[in-house]
């Protein structure tokens, strides 16, 4: 098929037109080429999906939903729409899909305004313990709106308690139970909260942002079977665009897509739609297993030699793709450490531990990921190699370690190019 050369990204146009913005650009992807990108919410998304989002499918409205448009001239975005809904719907062995979510925090909000009105009952994870900001907080719209009951993990084991979170449904009787997180290591027990779900009758939502890249690879056990709705986002293991998604029964499919358009959105982001399309299709290969399920090998090899620097890894390891590290042991805060690698090129992020002492905005851990570094290539050596330079880092007081760190970090991406050097 032949390229139309205005067909999409064109970045000498950018340089002429705004060669501030422009630079800018090629700054950020220097960053994420030249560091070690250990947050366990990003990744390196493919070249056909950058395309994707460059395209000039970002300027077409598309209010409603394929051939239920309010707008005309829909009839090739709503054919990406489709291809996207039925990839989605294969992928994951649900009956209903929905790709506009703008966000995850946007679908999640959706999934409210499908099966709860506010002052309704809601359950989920609290913050502190591993939950999410739309699971509850205080200063989010879940927590001014609805009347939240959290449920956390046991102060020794560090894992969901089961018993504990069937006894507050019981108490509680919450109209919506929401399970999924953003720092729990730990595989979640999804016939076990359907089963507290069933008892009390409530909608169950799993929040699957951060492991649905994992199931997609079939390197976990799927929540579809068991939820309701399942939420996510779609950049983080995952790794497609930017954005959200979100997988319901058949039951559920009208309530769902009336509570993303028109209750919580307008016009959904075709280019993004068309992205998430072209990510589920890569997701769907062999090479994309491989892949999720190395990305689960190579955070438990990086949470080991992290332990054997001297930290503490929260629960004691990890079934996924990210590890939380209590620093106490060695002295330093997570807000330090997040510092004190960022100055060596190490990208993480400063996160509470249960029952942290310390207020969020310190924090006494850290939060490490590995689905940047697999897709650059990584393997469980590098792994290793990483945890002494993030034990090095996060010990590095006065900044005198970090140039040479640095450089090492420096020596070891080059080997595994994020994107090839044009
Ligand atoms: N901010 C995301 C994360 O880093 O986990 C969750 O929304």
Not at 30 to 47: D, K, M, V, W, Y
Not at 248 to 264: G, L, R, S, T
Not at 280 to 293: C, D, F, G, V
């Amino acid at each position: 098929m032949a390229t139309d050369t205005f067909f999409g990204p064109d970045f000498e146009a950018l340089e002429s037109t705004d060669p501030e913005i422009a630079s800018v650009i090629l700054a950020e992807l220097e960053r994420q080429r030249s560091g070690l990108q250990l947050i366990a919410s990003e990744n390196f998304t493919s070249p056909a999906v950058l395309a994707t989002l460059g395209s000039t499918m970002s300027n077409k409205y598309a209010e409603g939903y394929p051939s239920k448009r309010y707008y005309g001239g829909c009839a090739e975005v709503d054919k990406a729409e489709v291809i996207g809904i039925e990839r989605a719907k294969a992928l994951f062995g649900a009956d209903h899909a929905n790709l506009q979510p703008h966000s995850g925090a946007s679908a999640n909000l959706a999934a409210y305004g499908a099966f709860v009105m506010p002052g309704d009952t809601v359950m989920a994870m609290s913050l502190a313990h591993g939950g999410h900001l739309t699971h509850g907080s205080k200063v989010n719209f879940s927590g001014k709106w609805f009347t939240i009951v959290p449920y956390g993990v046991r102060a020794d084991t560090e894992r969901i308690d089961y018993d504990e979170v069937r006894a507050i449904a019981l108490e509680h009787r919450p109209k919506m139970i929401i399970c999924g997180a953003t720092a729990y290591p730990r595989l979640i027990d999804f016939a076990a909260f359907r089963a507290i779900a069933d008892e009390v009758g409530a909608i169950l939502m799993v929040d699957a942002a951060h492991f649905i890249g994992l199931v997609a690879g079939k390197a976990i056990p799927s929540p579809v079977p068991y939820a309701d709705v399942v939420t996510f986002t779609t950049h983080k293991v995952l790794r497609g665009p930017r954005g959200g998604m979100i997988l319901c029964k058949a039951e559920h499919a009208a309530a769902i897509d009336k509570a993303v358009f028109p209750m919580m959105q307008g016009g959904p982001l075709m280019h993004a739609v068309a992205g998430k399309a072209v990510a589920l299709k890569e997701a769907a290969t062999p090479a994309y297993q491989h892949y999720a399920q190395q990305v689960i090998i190579n955070a438990q090899a990086l949470t080991a030699g992290l332990i054997d620097e001297g930290m503490r890894a929260v629960s004691g390891g990890t079934d996924t793709h990210l590890a939380l590290i209590d620093l106490q042991p060695i002295g330093v805060t997570g807000a330090d450490a997040e510092v004190r690698c960022d100055a060596a090129r190490i990208t993480l992020n400063k996160n509470a531990i249960p029952y942290d002492p310390q207020p969020p905005s310190i924090g006494s851990g850290i939060r490490v990921g590995t689905p940047a570094t697999t897709t650059q290539g990584m393997t469980e050596p590098d792994m290793k190699e990483v945890a002494g330079f993030i034990s090095r880092a996060v010990r590095d007081a006065d900044g005198s370690a970090a140039a040479s760190i640095a450089a090492e970090v420096g020596d070891l991406v080059r080997k595994y190019p994020a994107y090839p050097r044009g």
